[in-house]
């Protein structure tokens, strides 16, 4: 063979197979749009004002000026990127007062994650403040392995990792400090 006819030969399999792989490209990347999926709200609401209710009574109001509900998702949640401020109400009315910057409620687990200047406040005056403080809404349970700042009638205590009843009635801390008036 001819040593021109065999460049003209190696020329003509390179440009088929760039146009090839070109080519390939480009379709292997319309295959990849078929199989994505934006994530993307399937609702989105301002300045929410939400009360539930159970037989007449008011048990939760939960204020946030943002509301993006994920509930479109294999694994649904609604997340509050600007906070909430929520109030929940036992059978005698009385009042425990949550607040965070930032909140996600998973709607297949029932629990909801509060981020940032978390603060609780019951009425009974304690209070506990903290980073990242995690809702288990089936049980009524907070829980957190963060640092934590206690507040009540008997002093103040500060820890890392604490679990308690939402009345505040049950409290199991981990590693605490502080001055705590103790009658026990």
């Known amino acids: 063979m001819n040593l021109d006819y065999k460049k003209r030969l190696l020329y003509i399999v390179t440009a088929i197979a760039v146009t090839f792989f070109i080519g ?28 539930y209710t159970d037989s007449g009574l008011i048990k939760v109001v939960l204020v946030s000026s943002k509301m993006l509900d994920y ?22 009315a009385k ?9 996600v409620s998973y709607g297949k687990t029932g629990i909801i994650d509060l981020q940032g200047k978390v603060k609780i406040v019951s009425q009974d005056g304690q209070r506990l403040e903290t980073e ?44 605490i400090n502080g001055e705590v008036d103790s009658n026990e």
């Open 24 to 51: 390939c490209e480009s379709k292997f990347k319309e295959v990849q749009k078929i199989n994505y999926s934006e994530f993307v709200p399937g609702g989105d609401a301002d300045n929410v004002n939400l009360k």
């Open 71 to 92: 509930s479109n998702l294999v694994f649904p949640f609604t997340e509050f990127p600007k906070g909430i401020d929520v109030t929940l109400y036992d059978n005698k």
């Open 95 to 103: 009042t425990t007062r949550v607040t965070s910057n930032y909140a």
């Open 132 to 175: 990242q403080l995690f809702y288990d809404q089936k049980n009524e349970w907070f829980y957190t392995e963060k640092k934590f700042k206690f507040t009540d009638l008997k002093g103040i205590s500060n820890g890392q990792g604490i679990d308690f009843s939402k009345d505040f009635k049950v409290i199991h801390s981990q590693k």
